[in-house]
């Protein structure tokens, strides 16, 4: 009985995924989300039966006849401690270096997300540095808070150079914005550099100021872009989110409206992320925002203010120490709007597609988690 | 024997500033001079017209003490100590007046065994633990942590721990488990800790900050 059982479903798996390919192929956009229907049944036979590689994300393409002009990935938000006080962390970090190293192709270059080092400490930040070197494709380093406060920057900008640059790559200009500074909380409270570093890294603490680009990083910002034509795909890398989420933990730009303004005028802006840890999305007239994942633990999504684009991922079980983390890879269209891939370490991948946010959420809806936040 | 409480300027002035606010607040009279503030309060508003000035009996004691009366008319006390016709010294003035507005706030409810000041002991010793539970949730080495991993790195502010959902039941420990299990369980994988025994004060601040994070939100054992 059971194994006529078993070959019915595999008919009938092989049929669902049949038409769904059938379906691909004369694809619109209003055949769309019957489609995505149909994956999303193709992926719950999934359990039953041997994986296999496809993902919805080869769909929005075809439908848009369109091939992104090439691809990036990113490790983002690592925490490293030294290898001998916290092993785990490092562990993760060698994990995301391996699955970038395994793409094939090799994506364009890897964006280093920010928050290497734990708290700040040369031997961290080295560290890290060691784990990266071993990507095969070129890096591209951001800073974030804990990299900043025990030094204000001095080793990392040592190993890494200016915390902001800006390069062009295939017809995109690319900005890596500092946007992790605050104001003095220190100086009148006498700390030492490791209490102001403490400080900062405690995501809770309210004693620490908000997070901004600040009046010189705004100018250096307009400088940069001055001469760039507004019809320049711009995609700006930030550790904090270029937009005001939730202030009590700095998932928060002080100045994000002033930085927003001097983006708008471009046809096409695309701001990529870290320090939240969790699959995060945003639009904001032109701009279109996106969070990366941690390689170290996911965060909690904030009690309010989440952005309504945002489908939320899975709550983590705390039983899998790699749930809710890992890293991703940015396919980046002509128009400079981006695929963007959640790599999972413990589940499917996620992508939250262009079409999704050019769209205001109405077309390829990615996935809704079955535990959300409570 | 009759006695005048006008005498008593600085316990006038505590405990009618008292009754001048809230007729302040609840008539909404403008602020004026302290005789407007005194009026408003013996003859409020418009109630005036119909009734007479209410009559404060004036208090007196048998033993010729000083007897002391609120504003209400009713709230009174002899005072052992001082003679009728004495002036109170300003340290036992304040006493005064605190210990007379203790007792009219009692009358206003029903009479309680316990004082403001028990009160005030509750809240304080109750908020000590959760204060120590915040500086435990914030220092990985205080809860015996190895790794430089402490609990507000993945639960900022408590988020996600979720008191209001226990007792509930736990795949991996295969039992439905309190939420000192859970604390437990964290304290020993993601920080690499020896957990801590049930009746640890390091337990109890643990679920007293926890806990005291999500008051408010409705019980819901066994939501997940």
Not at chain 1, 16 to 32: G, H, N, P, Y
């Amino acid at each position: 009985m059971w194994p006529l059982k078993w070959k019915q479903r595999e008919q009938r798996y092989r049929q669902e995924r049949a038409d769904f390919f059938a379906a691909v192929k004369r694809l619109d956009r209003r055949a769309f989300l019957k489609v995505a229907s149909m994956a999303a049944a193709v992926t719950t036979a999934k359990t039953v039966l041997p994986p296999h590689s496809f993902q919805l994300i080869d769909v929005v393409r075809a439908s848009e006849d369109e091939k992104p002009l090439f691809q990036f990935a990113y490790i983002s938000d690592t925490h490293l401690y030294e290898r001998r006080l916290n092993e785990r962390f490092v562990k993760a970090a060698m994990r995301a270096v391996e699955d970038v190293n395994a793409l094939d192709p090799q994506p364009d270059f890897v964006l280093f997300g920010g928050d290497l080092a734990q708290l700040g400490q040369p031997q961290e930040l080295e560290l890290g540095k060691q784990i990266l070197s071993e990507l095969k494709a070129p890096v591209k380093m951001m800073v974030g808070e804990h990299d900043w406060f025990l030094d204000m920057g001095e080793k990392w900008q040592e190993l890494f150079g200016p915390p902001n640059y800006s390069f062009d790559h295939k017809g995109v200009h690319f900005i890596v914005l500092m946007s992790v500074n605050e104001k003095d909380f220190w100086t009148a409270r006498n700390m030492t550099p490791m209490e102001r570093m403490k400080t900062v890294a405690g995501l809770d603490n309210p004693i620490q100021s908000r997070f901004e680009v600040g009046p010189e990083g705004r100018q250096w910002l307009k400088r940069d872009l001055a001469g760039v034509s507004k019809e320049t795909p711009i995609i700006v890398f930030s550790h904090s989110p270029l937009y005001k989420y939730y202030r009590p933990w700095n998932f928060w730009t002080e100045d994000a409206e002033a930085v927003q303004e001097i983006l708008f005028p471009y046809r096409s802006v695309t701001v990529i992320h870290g320090h939240t840890h969790q699959l995060l999305t945003n639009r904001i007239r032109n701009i279109h925002f996106h969070g990366m994942l941690s390689t170290a633990w996911p965060w909690p999504y904030a009690p309010e203010g989440l952005p309504k684009l945002t489908v939320q991922m899975d709550r983590a079980d705390p039983f899998d120490e790699a749930d809710g983390t890992g890293d991703g890879t940015v396919d980046v269209y002509k128009s400079g709007y981006v695929d963007k891939h959640y790599n999972l370490w413990s589940r499917n991948p996620i992508t939250v597609a262009k079409a999704y946010l050019e769209s205001w959420g109405k077309e390829a809806r990615p996935p809704a988690p079955q535990f959300p936040s409570y | 024997m009759r006695i005048r409480y006008v005498k008593l300027i600085m316990i006038g002035v505590l405990a009618i500033s008292w009754c001048g606010l809230w007729s302040l607040s609840s008539n909404g009279a403008a602020p004026g001079s302290w005789m407007n503030v005194i009026l408003a309060d013996i003859t409020p508003l418009a109630a005036a017209q119909q009734r007479p000035p209410s009559q404060h009996p004036q208090p007196n004691s048998e033993n010729g003490h000083l007897v002391v009366q609120l504003c209400d008319g009713r709230t009174q006390m002899e005072i052992a100590d001082v003679r009728e016709g004495e002036v109170l010294p300003p340290e036992k003035a304040r006493l005064v007046a605190r210990r007379m507005m203790a007792r009219y706030e009692q009358q206003a409810k029903q009479a309680s065994k316990w004082t403001r000041r028990d009160r005030l002991i509750w809240k304080r010793e109750q908020q000590r633990l959760v204060e120590e539970g915040r500086r435990l949730f914030h220092d990985w080495k205080a809860i015996g942590g190895t790794i430089g991993i402490s609990c507000d790195m993945c639960h900022p502010d408590a988020a996600n721990t979720h008191p209001e959902t226990y007792p509930k039941f736990q795949t991996q420990l295969k039992r439905v488990a309190a939420l000192r299990d859970m604390i437990n369980w964290c304290i020993e994988n993601p920080v690499k800790g020896k957990p801590l025994a049930l009746d640890d004060p390091r337990m109890l601040a643990l679920e007293a900050y926890i806990t005291y994070q999500r008051r408010g939100v409705p019980l819901d054992p066994g939501k997940h």
